[in-house]
């Protein structure tokens, strides 16, 4: 380890070996945080994997597949979601993020979004597939990804006063607003418009917009939310969770199978391939109520596990926004994150019963491709930012070094710059006449005082 705290790389070494280490240069602050979340995200898709088997492969064998094909399905989701993410962090410019290339991206989107409403495909009593040949997939998945990035470019054209309120409003209202309306009216995907909409309130938390329009979106958002939820019938049946007892064999029971499948597990779990809730008792016990498998066949700490994974994600994510290259890095990680890690709470609540049903998969571990490659698209970004940090990482460290506390006049601490090498020297120079000129008035005093003596 070196002083400066990066780890060493070694010149002489293979260019691929160089490029095998690219992932621990930077300053430990930075290393450590992307590792965590590299390390975690990869333990999460390998066994969410394990668990795709274990919780389809007897579905796959009552619908006359192979027992496997779950599996070999999202392995294949898995390989794409992890090309698209090395795609993000290594081939395309971090600049590309926020310039107007994201416009070309967002226009992608929100075209499939319109082919989606117009001739996709109904599944679960929904419209939100879209079919391009052989390939079936949920456009919103991706949109997320892109309302983010959108979110994180207007709130800092904004704050850099690039552009007026108006053109703001404008860019905000197609890039943001009317993919968020395609998903909600078009789809009738509430789930997925409130992870966004926790995502874009994330960025602005991070743009410090002021508290009063918090105040304003959460009074709006609970508003939304019941209009959402007891304006459509089929939604106010999924305030069922309050008591699902209530209808055993109607709309409650799936989540009091997950209840089950809980209880079964107690502490430990009946181990790994022993539950009996995915003999096609628990409906989607593959997709959106895996977690119940989890905690039938691991129990308690495998639940819990799982909870502390998305933890770290949290955790690494943020750190990494905190020490972002620059303003819109650190909201787009930000709202990345926090997207990723709110949408995996929303299915455990849900699974759990202390939330109704959304329809959302768990991240990394359900099965599903859209679900996946979307995540992953969201930890490419994340790692963008972290390897920006990275290239310019002698910048920043310089000036976090440049940067010193002191104690403000109320007790709190405030930020102050603190000096540069020459400022330092300049300020030791100064020191040293000061003490000089402190020492000749000393000199003179005595000399005064000894005048003055009779």
């Known amino acids: 380890m070196t002083r400066s705290g990066n780890i060493p790389i070694n010149r002489s070494a293979p260019a691929t070996a160089s490029r095998s280490l690219r992932m621990l240069e930077g300053p430990r602050e930075v290393v450590i945080p992307r590792l965590i979340l590299v390390v975690t995200v990869f333990v999460l898709v390998m066994f969410g994997l394990v668990m795709v088997y274990s919780s389809s492969f007897v579905e796959a064998i009552d619908e006359g597949n192979d027992p496997a094909y779950y599996l070999w399905h999202q392995v294949a989701y898995a390989l794409v979601g992890l090309v698209l993410c090395v795609l993000v962090v290594r081939v395309v410019p971090y600049r590309w993020l926020s310039n107007e290339m994201l416009y070309v991206f967002m226009g992608i989107c929100i075209v499939l979004l319109l082919l989606?409403?117009?001739?996709?495909?109904?599944?679960?009593?929904?419209?939100?597939?879209?079919?391009?040949?052989?390939?079936?997939?949920?456009?919103?998945?991706?949109?997320?990804?892109?309302?983010?990035?959108?979110?994180?470019?207007?709130?800092?054209?904004?704050?850099?006063?690039?552009?007026?309120?108006?053109?703001?409003?404008?860019?905000?209202?197609?890039?943001?607003?009317?993919?968020?309306?395609?998903?909600?009216?078009?789809?009738?995907?509430?789930?997925?418009?409130?992870?966004?909409?926790?995502?874009?309130?994330?960025?602005?938390?991070?743009?410090?917009?002021?508290?009063?329009?918090?105040?304003?979106?959460?009074?709006?958002?609970?508003?939304?939310?019941?209009?959402?939820?007891?304006?459509?019938?089929?939604?106010?049946?999924?305030?069922?969770?309050?008591?699902?007892?209530?209808?055993?064999?109607?709309?409650?029971?799936?989540?009091?199978?997950?209840?089950?499948?809980?209880?079964?597990?107690?502490?430990?779990?009946?181990?790994?391939?022993?539950?009996?809730?995915?003999?096609?008792?628990?409906?989607?016990?593959?997709?959106?109520?895996?977690?119940?498998?989890?905690?039938?066949?691991?129990?308690?700490?495998?639940?819990?596990?799982?909870?502390?994974?998305?933890?770290?994600?949290?955790?690494?994510?943020?750190?990494?926004?905190?020490?972002?290259?620059?303003?819109?890095?650190?909201?787009?990680?930000?709202?990345?994150?926090?997207?990723?890690?709110?949408?995996?709470?929303?299915?455990?609540?849900?699974?759990?019963?202390?939330?109704?049903?959304?329809?959302?998969?768990?991240?990394?571990?359900?099965?599903?491709?859209?679900?996946?490659?979307?995540?992953?698209?969201?930890?490419?970004?994340?790692?963008a930012v972290s390897f920006a940090q990275g290239d310019d990482s002698a910048v920043y460290r310089a000036r976090r070094e440049n940067l010193k506390v002191v104690r403000a006049a109320d007790g709190r601490r405030a930020p102050q710059m603190a000096t540069s090498h020459g400022a330092r020297r300049s300020n030791a120079s100064r020191s040293a006449g000061r003490q000089a000129y402190d020492g000749r008035r000393k000199n003179s005093t005595g000399r005064s005082k000894g005048r003055n003596r009779p």
């Open 116 to 383: 989606t409403a117009a001739i996709g495909t109904v599944g679960l009593g929904a419209q939100r597939w879209l079919v391009i040949g052989p390939v079936s997939f949920q456009p919103s998945e991706f949109a997320k990804v892109g309302i983010i990035l959108m979110s994180a470019r207007v709130m800092c054209r904004m704050r850099d006063d690039e552009v007026d309120v108006r053109h703001a409003w404008i860019e905000a209202g197609i890039g943001i607003v009317l993919p968020l309306l395609l998903i909600f009216a078009s789809q009738s995907d509430l789930g997925t418009t409130l992870i966004c909409v926790i995502g874009i309130v994330t960025v602005l938390w991070m743009g410090d917009l002021p508290v009063m329009w918090f105040v304003v979106i959460f009074v709006a958002g609970v508003a939304f939310c019941l209009y959402a939820t007891f304006g459509t019938g089929y939604r106010s049946d999924r305030m069922i969770f309050l008591d699902p007892f209530s209808d055993y064999y109607g709309s409650g029971y799936q989540l009091i199978r997950s209840f089950y499948a809980f209880a079964d597990g107690g502490l430990f779990g009946v181990g790994l391939g022993n539950s009996t809730e995915k003999y096609l008792y628990l409906p989607e016990s593959e997709t959106d109520f895996i977690y119940a498998i989890i905690g039938e066949e691991f129990g308690l700490v495998g639940a819990v596990a799982v909870i502390v994974a998305f933890l770290l994600i949290l955790y690494a994510g943020l750190k990494i926004a905190r020490q972002a290259p620059d303003a819109f890095g650190r909201m787009a990680a930000a709202g990345c994150t926090v997207m990723l890690v709110s949408q995996a709470f929303i299915n455990i609540g849900c699974v759990i019963g202390l939330m109704p049903t959304t329809g959302k998969p768990l991240p990394f571990i359900s099965a599903g491709g859209s679900s996946l490659m979307g995540s992953m698209l969201l930890v490419g970004v994340i790692l």
